[in-house]
């Protein structure tokens, strides 16, 4: 997947998709987040457990173990490797969810630049994402689960979030859910592609800078 998402509801629409009873934690303040072009580095919401408590944070998108000596910090983590590889070990018992609103690829229609197209659920629900994070410290930051794509979604991009529904987003954020059930969780169980939407939008999208509500527009025609 590219690296812009959009999440411009606010955070308690989020916690009400996910349907978790108990109080929250809320370090990300109750207006609508109003982010519409968020990109790798910049920070964004997200839910963990903590303390017996569902906490929404804002943590930086992109993540890299001190020891790595390389220049790119990754911001996606393939689900096929991560549970069983050296670079993510550190962070793979610490799971969340990333809610968003959408997110944007880019496609090779044969013109002179890519087409921007916004991807979301058919319904408009939040898609929450499963995501391994690092929560404080100097190298806090997240990185998102992605898996090979299918059906539709191969004619937009070759690889999509693990995107869950809130049943398995809860035992993903669950503590107590072994590492194990955790991967099969995300290798297996994430949404269908039959769920989902996209329609191309504005280049717009591609300057970081733009971030208003037009960016998610439908592009007439």
């Excluded at 987040?33 to 990109?39: I, K, P």
Aim: glycine fraction near 8%; aromatic fraction near 10%; include cysteine.
């Amino acid at each position: 997947m590219c690296g812009r998402l959009s999440q411009y509801r606010g955070i308690h629409d989020f916690v009400d998709a996910l349907s978790m009873p108990g109080a929250l934690v809320n370090n990300v303040g109750d207006q609508p987040l109003g982010h519409f072009n968020l990109a790798p580095s910049t920070p964004v919401a997200l839910l963990h457990i903590a303390a017996a408590s569902l906490h929404a944070d804002l943590l930086p998108w992109g993540w890299r173990p001190h020891w790595s000596k390389d220049h790119a910090t990754p911001i996606n983590a393939r689900v096929e490797k991560v549970a069983h590889g050296a670079f993510f070990r550190a962070i793979w018992p610490h799971r969340a969810i990333v809610p968003i609103d959408s997110w944007f690829e880019w496609v090779d229609e044969g013109r002179a630049k890519k087409q921007p197209y916004l991807i979301r659920r058919a319904d408009q629900r939040p898609a929450l994402c499963a995501a391994i994070a690092q929560f404080s410290g100097e190298h806090a930051g997240f990185v998102m689960l992605t898996a090979d794509s299918e059906g539709g979604l191969l004619d937009v991009h070759d690889r999509r979030p693990v995107v869950l529904a809130p049943a398995f987003a809860r035992q993903w954020l669950d503590p107590a859910t072994a590492g194990e059930h955790a991967e099969q969780i995300a290798l297996h169980l994430s949404e269908p592609a039959t769920l989902f939407e996209w329609y191309p939008v504005s280049s717009a999208v591609g300057n970081v800078r733009n971030q208003g509500a037009e960016l998610i527009a439908r592009l007439p025609g």
